[in-house]
């Protein structure tokens, strides 16, 4: 097919086969579009990293033909990779609704300049070139989050985004069903579905909800001080724990960086109404019925606001008997041991901890079966790609839409790095575009993937550090070789195994004898195949200097 072609293209850089980093391209001719850039949480898998964001080397060779990033919503899945890619997208305008700019902004800090950001309202279409991206309200865990209908000469490609159908919002604004089923009544091409709570069946809760479970607490325990800790970018949240404190006349402290910025962006952008003076700066001489701590820290992040208080490091607040801690949040897969450390600790200092589903003081932000199913209904496409979720979600997410009528020809799971097109005769798999994970520790690390196996292998195995001098006029080892065991105790036996492989392997090996890193790496090599007969995969580090 020729370039120009007007057919649609589909790429996917992150977020398929995983929940995090979402990122897909969009291409139809010589235009090109990205959807969210986000950024994933490290996991037990790369130990030490700040984040894990998409390789965009594909995007980087197509700059001249990108017309702009579109983003859903403000979370960091779908914006946390943009700070640390400021200067590729110097110029290129980046369209989001007020509270997902606004946090980017904040994100941005002074490389926001840098960036052309373009505020929108949910209702507005924006022109890309030859592709037009129309944004369309739906709700989820926070305010701002969009649907796109992606127009382009190839058809549309409908992108539900994060979403939920939530019928009583709390801000009172709906999913627009409405409009999904105009433009699924137009014919959609392509829907890109999110998949997070497939496995759930029935329909999400209502985020009211939690404000009616969260008010049985409030009127509960009037004498006792309230902490409730939740996710700063939950707004709706963070908006109905405000509302109940007025109500019931507590003052409310901000703990933690992130929640005290969530409050300045979305209460300047609309999207948060702080009851005049219910915010203090501390508790002072407030006593404890008068007070209530909004922490951060729901999912026992080890430098959050609520970990900190669980230690009593947190303005020398002494977490006690007077103190009922709620929850509001359920622990991501992966962060229970970090959340129940949190909770068994505030239970040692004698706090009250609500922290369980069975209390409803979360509901979830993402639809479960039934909304799914209503979704791919109202757009019903002429093919689907299950997004948003790691395989058995994509899987489950796939049979749903066949049992909705789509043939299963027309529908395909799609793997990070994988590239199709739609067209007339069907889907087209194309040779796939560069596409990875680039680790951040910091800064953005070159060898990231290197830096994590040797991580890995210092957690599980340790390290082992070889200290040799060498004479070099005789082409021999000076004397023994020291050996220093780090993260695992070195027995005697061990060490002169380790001494003795060394001092054969130097002694019988044939190498340039007069080169000091030749010597390192027959050492290295030796010592590692003495491990290897144990299946262990210690660092080794040889450091050789000459007698
Ligand atoms: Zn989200
Ligand atoms: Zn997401």
């Known amino acids: 097919m020729a370039k120009s072609a007007k057919y649609l293209k589909t790429s996917f850089l992150g977020g398929v086969g995983e929940i995090g980093k979402n990122m897909t391209v969009i291409e139809c001719g010589e235009d090109m579009i990205v959807v969210d850039m986000g950024a994933s949480f490290p996991k037990e898998d790369s130990p030490g990293m700040d984040a894990i964001i998409p390789d965009i080397t594909y995007l980087k060779q197509n700059l001249k033909r990108l017309r702009g990033v579109v983003l859903t919503h403000g979370h960091e899945d779908h914006i946390g990779a943009i700070p640390y890619y400021a200067d590729v997208l110097k110029g290129v305008p980046i369209y989001g609704t007020s509270l997902t700019i ?23 279409t924006v022109t890309l070139g030859g592709i037009k991206v129309e944004f369309i309200k739906v709700c989820h865990s926070m305010a701002g989050a969009c649907a796109l209908a992606v127009y382009t000469q190839g058809g549309t490609v409908f992108v539900t985004g994060d979403f939920k ?13 409405q409009r999904i089923a105009e433009i699924g009544a137009k014919g959609v091409a392509l829907m890109l579905g999110e998949s997070t709570n497939v496995e759930r069946k029935g329909s999400s809760t209502s985020e009211m909800v939690v404000g009616q479970n969260l008010e049985g607490i409030f009127a509960a325990n009037k004498k006792k001080r309230l902490i409730v800790a939740c996710f700063a970018s939950s707004n709706y949240r963070v908006q109905q724990v405000l509302t109940l404190a007025h109500k019931y006349g507590r003052k409310v402290v901000l703990a933690g960086k992130s929640m005290k910025g969530m409050v300045d962006v979305a209460s300047a952008c609309g999207e948060l109404n702080v009851p005049k003076g219910v915010i203090v700066e501390s508790i002072g001489k407030l006593k404890p019925g008068e007070t209530l ?13 609520l970990n900190k208080l669980s230690k009593g490091e947190f303005n020398k607040i002494n977490v006690g008997s007077d103190d009922v801690v709620v929850l509001s949040s359920s622990p991501i897969p992966g962060n229970e041991k970090a959340v129940y450390d949190v909770i068994n600790a505030l239970f040692k200092k004698g706090a009250e901890v609500i922290y369980d589903s069975m ?76 596409a990875g994970n680039i680790y951040v520790d910091g800064v953005i690390l070159e060898d990231g993937e290197a830096v994590v196996s040797d991580r890995r292998s210092l957690a599980e195995y340790g390290m082992i550090l070889l200290l040799a001098a060498v004479d070099i006029s005789r082409g ?25 492989a060394v001092a054969d392997a130097v002694y019988s090996s044939d190498f340039d004898k007069a080169d000091i890193d030749e010597y390192a790496k027959c050492m290295k090599r030796a010592v590692r195949k003495l491990f290897m007969r144990d299946r262990q995969f210690p660092i080794i580090i040889p450091v050789v200097v000459e007698d």
């Open 293 to 305: 701590i909004l922490a951060t820290g729901s999912q026992g992040e080890p430098l959050s606001a």
């Open 165 to 177: 159908i939530d019928n009583t919002p709390i801000d009172g604004k709906k999913t627009n069903i």
């Open 476 to 500: 021999a080892l000076a004397g023994e070789v020291d050996v220093v065991a780090r993260g695992f105790s070195l027995t005697d036996d061990v060490e002169r195994s380790i001494k003795n």
């Open 102 to 124: 606004g946090l980017l902004r904040r994100k941005l800090e002074k490389n926001a300049k840098k960036c052309n950001l373009v505020t929108v309202a949910a209702g507005d």
């Open 359 to 434: 209390n409803d003081i979360h509901v979830s932000g993402h639809a479960y079966e039934e909304e799914l199913k209503l979704m791919l209904s109202l757009v019903h496409p002429e093919y689907f790609m299950p997004v948003h979720g790691e395989y058995r979600h994509q899987h489950k997410h796939s049979a749903i839409a066949r049992a909705l009528g789509i043939p299963s020809k027309n529908i395909v799971i799609p793997a990070i790095g994988e590239s199709y097109s739609v067209t007339s005769k069907g889907f087209r798999k194309h040779s796939k575009v560069h």
